[in-house]
């Protein structure tokens, strides 16, 4: 976990300054993501590529003026939020609001848009932007999102496993006061008792705290 | 329970298949189709996976990312047409549902209408325009008015409400998009005064107290259809026996669903936390909500293309489509009534035989003469008296 995190502070502090060498006026990138920890690592890894990057992590309310005052030239936005139904329905009243990326989808690159929505990112972006742009930026959009998730996933794995400890140490402790007996007893009777019922040692501590627990 | 005869339909090529919903009302023929064992009994080993948002459903399923999915009826007809998405051939041969939407207005509002001199509550918006003229005169905010997405039932038919009484809802009031799960709760903030959109939400305003259902989608047009089962038509091609077998399924759950007697276990499958998640209440509130939606009644799924020609009229109206576009012709490509037959043969249930329905003539039940037996049709009048007349498309 603290490798995966290391991994993460090295990649985002490695900026390919490259890609602002190519271009002057940098692309005004909005990014929608209620999700405020993924957002500031997507933020930055578009900083580093040189994009003005605008965050906006409150709900749909305002949505539609700060698009409008912001005047994005694409938008990443999360694939599950409601809130692209609202900027769909602002494309259909103004052409300056970026479009869904999809519709780009025969021009440019399908496999980068398939894996970005897959990643569970999608994309807004204003007519005339070249397909590179999309592709580069959707690319970073999807990788962060990836890493974000399998982030999140360790992260849960992590938790389950302390949940876990703390329940043996749990059941434990109550078999020490109700049997006294030491603490490498108790344990073993755990065990004993998780190997013949073919269970895990978790599901037989859970079994016997509640069981215990009763008693006291 | 209507007796099916067991279809001998082709094996379906394949068994996994992947379909998108959102979770409302009307995806329950798909859940119900997976949970009652009816995708099983027709050979389709199906996963359902819960979207965000239309844009999200369309994006999936345009991509291969999902076989199929419920859509609101205006997303194949504007794929299909490239409208504001890209240019994708959709098809549709189940209709999912009639009714189960309505308009709901804040407490402010109504007190504001309240306070005019006659009654001009129902059923047209007079009231609303007397308002909107006294806001104008009195250089006042606008009023801001929402919808579920621009392709949507909900949009044509608000539309349709306020036209009616000279209302411009490109003019005259604001008119934006609120994802219906934030409805209620933009309106207790005031950042809207009022909306168009399906149950549970306008329900939910109420229990809340937050404003009033004023008119049913079903007193604006009785019996109106809403959301499709649509799939691509690349798709559709590929995998003809498997389309038949969803199809086949789906009108098996939508019988089960229009059952009273299934109203509690619907409800209940339905709050599952991988479904609705507990938006509907178990109370007797919700049993009425499924009595108006009718899936399988008065032929609820028959992809009728005369409803497909009224959406492409109404997106005529509020210029989301040229007048040059032939729209019988797209109406015939996106809806296909030809599979309904053919799934509804081979399941024995009396069925339409013709493509399209005048609307706006029947104040109430009316026999259709179909295939396999007469068909018992429900009333189709619009509020104001109009009639529809596709001209024997």
């Known amino acids: 976990m603290a490798q995966f995190l290391l991994k993460l502070l090295i990649s985002n502090m490695n900026p390919q300054v490259l890609m602002t060498a190519t271009h002057t006026t940098p692309e005004r990138v909005l990014v929608i993501d209620n999700d405020a920890a993924r957002s500031a690592l997507l933020e930055q890894a578009l900083r580093d590529q ?23 030239d694409i938008i990443i936005i999360e694939l599950d939020s409601p809130d692209r139904d609202v900027l769909e329905h602002m494309a259909t009243l103004n052409s300056h609001i970026p479009r869904p990326v999809v519709m780009f989808a025969e021009e440019g690159d399908t496999e980068t848009i398939q894996q970005a929505i897959k990643a569970g990112v999608s994309a807004y972006v204003v007519n005339g932007m070249s397909a590179d742009r999309i592709q580069s930026i959707m ?26 400890r703390k329940q043996v140490e749990q059941a434990k402790r109550l078999i020490m006061k109700h049997q006294k007996c030491t603490e490498e007893q108790a344990y073993s009777s755990i065990r004993k008792l998780a190997m013949d019922k073919g269970e895990p040692m978790t599901k037989v501590a859970r079994n016997i705290i509640s069981v215990l627990e009763m008693l006291d | 329970m209507t ?52 844009a999200s459903i369309r994006d999936k399923v345009v991509l291969g990312l999902l076989d199929g999915a419920q859509m609101l009826a205006g997303i194949p007809l504007a794929s299909t047409l490239g409208l504001n998405s890209p240019k994708v051939a959709m098809v549709t041969a189940f209709n999912i549902g009639l009714n189960g939407k309505a308009i709901t207005l804040s407490n402010a509002l109504l007190n504001e209408l309240d306070q005019l001199s006659t009654d001009n509550r129902l059923p047209t918006a007079e009231g609303l ?36 009484a000279g209302i411009d809802p490109d003019k005259d009031i604001n008119l934006i998009v609120v994802p219906p799960q934030q409805m209620a709760q933009s309106m207790k903030k005031g950042m809207i005064d009022g909306y168009c959109a399906g149950e549970p939400w306008n329900s ?58 299934h109203y509690n276990e619907a409800i209940e499958i339905l709050n599952q936390p991988d479904y609705l998640d507990n938006t509907l209440q178990t109370s007797d509130n919700d049993r009425p909500l499924l009595r108006q939606t009718h899936f399988f009644k008065y032929a609820a799924g028959y992809p009728w293309r005369s409803h ?35 799934v509804a043969t081979q399941l024995g249930i009396p069925h339409p035989t013709i493509d399209c329905k005048p609307e706006g003539f029947h104040n109430s039940e009316w026999i259709l003469q179909g295939n396999a037996g007469a068909v018992t049709m429900g009333s189709d009048l619009f509020f104001n008296g109009a009639t529809f007349d596709p001209n024997g498309c």
Not at chain 1, 50 to 72: M, S, W
Not at chain 2, 137 to 152: D, F, I
């Open chain 1, 50 to 72: 040189g994009y003005d990057v605008i965050c906006r992590l409150e709900n749909t309310a305002g949505l539609i003026n700060k698009v409008e005052q912001i005047k994005p």
């Open chain 1, 139 to 164: 690319s970073v959009a999807a990788a962060r999102f990836r890493e974000f998730q399998a982030l999140r996933n360790e992260l849960n794995d992590v938790r389950t496993e302390l949940e876990d």
């Open chain 2, 3 to 54: 007796l099916f005869k067991t279809p001998q339909l082709p094996n379906p090529e394949r068994s996994e298949i992947e379909l998108g919903f959102l979770p409302l009302l009307d995806c329950a023929p798909l859940v119900i189709a997976k949970e009652k064992g009816f995708f099983a009994e027709n050979g389709l080993a199906v996963s359902l996976s819960k979207e965000g948002s239309w």
């Open chain 2, 129 to 164: 325009k007397q308002i909107i003229q006294k806001r104008k005169q009195k250089g006042e905010a606008r009023l801001t008015l929402a919808m579920v997405y621009h392709y949507s039932t909900h949009n044509y038919l608000l539309r349709y409400w306020l036209s009616d």
């Open chain 2, 204 to 261: 939910v305003a109420q229990m809340e107290q937050i404003g009033t259902p004023i008119i049913s989608g079903y007193e604006i047009w009785n019996n109106c259809p809403d959301k499709v089962f649509a799939v691509t038509k690349t798709w559709a091609d590929n995998y003809p026996a498997t389309h038949k077998a969803i199809i086949c399924a789906l009108i098996m759950a939508a019988d089960w669903l229009d059952q009273p007697q």
């Open chain 2, 308 to 342: 497909a020609l009224w959406f492409l009229h109404q997106m005529q109206q509020c210029q989301q489509l040229g007048q040059r576009v032939d729209l019988k012709a797209i109406a015939t490509q996106v809806y296909q009534p030809e599979i309904f037959r053919e």
